[in-house]
Structures are given as C-alpha cells and as structure tokens.
C-alpha cells in the first residue's frame, strides 16, 4: 500500500469530523457574550488628577482618574516616603500612556530636592463606587 492510499482515507475522515462536528457545535446554544473587564480597568496616564497614601499603611496608594474613578494601586514593599509633606509621584512613560497593568506605571516618589525612590507596583484594580465610599474622607484622592 502507497503512503498516498493511506493518507486520503485519514483526510476524509478527518474532514467528515469537521463536517459533522461543525454541524453539532452549530445545534448547540451559544455562550452568552461576556463584558470586557480589560478596557474597563484601563485609563490614560493624562486623565491621572490626583492620588493619595492610605494613612495607615506604607504600601498602598490610590489615584484620581478623570472625575469619577479611583484606582487602588499596591506596593510591593511600600514606603513611608509617601506620608511626608511635600514629596510627589513621577511616572516614567516609555511606549503608549494607557495604563492596564502594575507594569504600565513606573512610579517613583520624589521630595524635589534630587532624592527619588522607586516604586513597584504589585496589582492595580478599579474601585466602585461603594468600595470608594468606604475609603476614610481624609485617604480619598
């Protein structure tokens, strides 16, 4: 037997599955369409207004985005620096200004006097309304 006499047979039957197989997928109910949570947690780094330190922890931080939003950003390792007076936030931006994910921000905080200290953030999530709600008046951004 010819290696072409054993090939045809296992196309046509791979060709029947997909033929009948495609017919019983097409039976089947489709998946209701799910919302897309990866735009929706996005923001441009110019719609970045505001942030502030939670008062009683070193690692975490939110950030006013456009009128509405607050996003809650965690430190890996945090750092006190972000209670004192005076200090500010600096985000390197290399590539496009939206921010998804921790590594979209490469924060650091600086006292504008030359010292700088980096930040690394560990998860970035958007707050609801209750979520920001539920943020002590003197934390909110």
């Known amino acids: 037997m010819s290696v072409f006499k054993g090939v045809l047979p296992a196309g046509l039957i791979a060709a029947g599955a997909l033929v009948f197989g495609g017919a019983a997928m097409a039976d089947a109910p489709a998946a209701p369409a799910q919302p897309s949570n990866h735009l929706d947690k996005c923001f441009y780094i110019r719609d970045w207004q505001n942030w502030t330190a939670a008062s009683d922890r070193n690692d975490v931080m939110y950030l006013r985005v456009r009128t ?6 965690e430190l890996s390792g945090g750092t006190n620096l972000l209670h004192w007076p005076d200090v500010h936030i600096v985000n390197e931006v290399r590539g496009p200004d939206s921010v998804c994910y921790p590594i979209d921000l490469d924060m650091s905080v600086s006292d504008g006097h030359g010292f700088r200290e980096h930040l ?5 999530a958007k707050l609801s309304p209750e979520e920001v709600a539920a943020i002590p008046k003197k934390d909110r951004p």
């Open 68 to 73: 509405h939003d607050v996003y809650k950003i």
């Open 120 to 124: 690394f953030v560990k998860s970035i």
